[in-house]
């Protein structure tokens, strides 16, 4: 049996971060340590009731051991930032549990709506505003709020499982929370920019991050630009960084129905497609895509475009594209502090794995608008050859992999 200061150690910040790294760290190598062999060097340096400073200070250089430059402890006010990623808007994450029921799987971001009402790591969420969650995703509880964005509050009925309450018991409680985003700016801006005497209205889109807006806003500008008269769209990522995997996933649905937009890989190689919902769909297949990227188009921004790209909906021009393919999930610590630990890696529909490669496009040089040295980001669109876009989405010179 453990001694009581190994108890007390077992008990600390350094040693929830060092259980996360055990179970969910995609590289089982621990960039070549024995992991448990680190727990014991680290909790020999932490001694007995470090203050929190020392806490925080092993268990980031802990981390760093790892040689993951995506890996990192988020102090508490980092830890808050990050909120503007929160997809529900009350600063709780929801995730499956073993049985796919629905559970609250971090620790509320402190001072979040979510914290105040009391929700626990491990409660399990029974309802979101009186709809059951039975056989539901975290997407379709993202979904479900979405079609109500400016709605003032989220009621999530919640049940506390007990040591002796069998599977389904518990003590249940609805929690009214205020629905909360951080100030988050609309990362959408749009235009027509041309109309061709052949009849195309290009639909220009620019998308600057994947925040908690970003979908609602995308829909506004597909109708607004439809409406108009848009048939052929281009879509400016450039310089686009990134954000929220889940909203690469929920916009790629508007571009195309039930085909699979990326596969995620973790770290005990088990491969999980992500599908496009069957009835999002905005923007017919007869309207012809160009995704445009950079060097500064990463992460999310990757995922939509292989996804596009690999099932013949878009076509790619710009500059390679940055190369960062691995998954981070934020985890809360108990004193109020975070953890991003890379947990998995993104793969493209055809198979192409993004990390340190990126994604090719097919149109570079002088098929490609404006001064891409050009401090401002040009919104011309006058190069874009949309009867050759045509043709590099047909079947003849494209051809999507099998579902």
């Known amino acids: 049996s453990l001694s009581p200061l190994k108890l007390e150690q077992?008990?600390?910040?350094?040693?929830?971060a060092w259980r996360l790294v055990d179970k969910y760290y995609i590289d089982r190598s621990f960039n070549g340590q024995d992991w448990n062999e680190v727990r014991d060097r680290y909790e020999d340096k932490l001694g007995s009731k470090p203050n929190d400073d020392k806490v925080m200070s092993l268990t980031t250089e802990m981390i760093k051991s790892l040689g993951d430059k995506y890996s990192r402890v988020l102090d508490r006010k980092s830890y808050a930032q990050i909120q503007k990623f929160d997809l529900i808007g009350?600063?709780?994450t929801l995730m499956p549990d073993g049985n796919k029921k629905l559970i609250v799987g971090a620790p509320p971001i402190p001072g979040s709506a979510a914290e105040e009402a009391g929700l626990l790591v491990g409660d399990f969420i029974d309802a979101v505003n009186g709809i059951s969650t039975d056989g539901r995703t975290a997407f379709d509880i993202i979904d479900q709020i979405g079609e109500n964005p400016n709605a003032k509050e989220i009621t999530m009925t919640a049940r506390t499982q007990g040591a002796n309450d069998l599977p389904g018991e518990g003590k249940v409680r609805d929690v009214t929370m205020l629905h909360q985003f951080a100030e988050v700016k609309d990362p959408v801006s749009f235009k027509i920019t041309e109309r061709r005497d052949d009849g195309t209205n290009v639909g220009y889109i620019r998308i600057s991050e994947f925040n908690s807006?970003?979908?609602?806003?995308l829909e506004t500008a597909i109708k607004a630009l439809e409406d108009d008269g848009a048939n052929a769209f281009v879509l400016d990522l450039r310089s686009?960084?990134?954000g929220a995997f889940q909203s690469a996933v929920e916009i790629a649905g508007l571009f195309m129905k039930d085909k699979v937009a990326t596969s995620v890989v973790d770290s005990n190689q088990v491969e999980l497609p992500f599908k496009t919902p069957g009835d999002k769909m905005m923007v017919p297949k007869s309207d012809p895509v160009v995704i445009w990227i950079d060097g500064g188009s990463a992460s999310a921004t990757e995922v939509l475009a292989g996804a596009l790209h690999d099932q013949c909906r878009a076509v790619v021009m710009g500059q390679k594209s940055f190369g960062k393919g691995l998954i981070q999930a934020v985890y809360g610590l108990k004193n109020g502090s975070g953890l991003v630990l890379t947990v998995a890696k993104y793969i493209t529909p055809a198979g192409t794995d993004i990390q340190g490669v990126g994604i090719n496009p097919d149109i570079t040089g002088n098929g490609v608008p404006g001064n891409l040295m050009?401090?401002?980001?040009?919104?011309?669109?006058?190069r874009v050859d949309f009867n050759d876009i045509k043709e590099r989405?047909?079947?003849?010179?494209?051809?999507?992999?099998?579902q």
Do not use: F, Q
């Open 213 to 217: 807006l970003v979908k609602p806003s």
């Open 374 to 382: 050009s401090l401002i980001m040009s919104t011309d669109t006058s």
């Open 393 to 402: 989405l047909g079947p003849s010179m494209c051809k999507a992999p099998d």
């Open 90 to 92: 009350v600063g709780a």
């Open 10 to 16: 077992r008990n600390s910040v350094l040693d929830e």
């Open 240 to 242: 686009n960084h990134g």
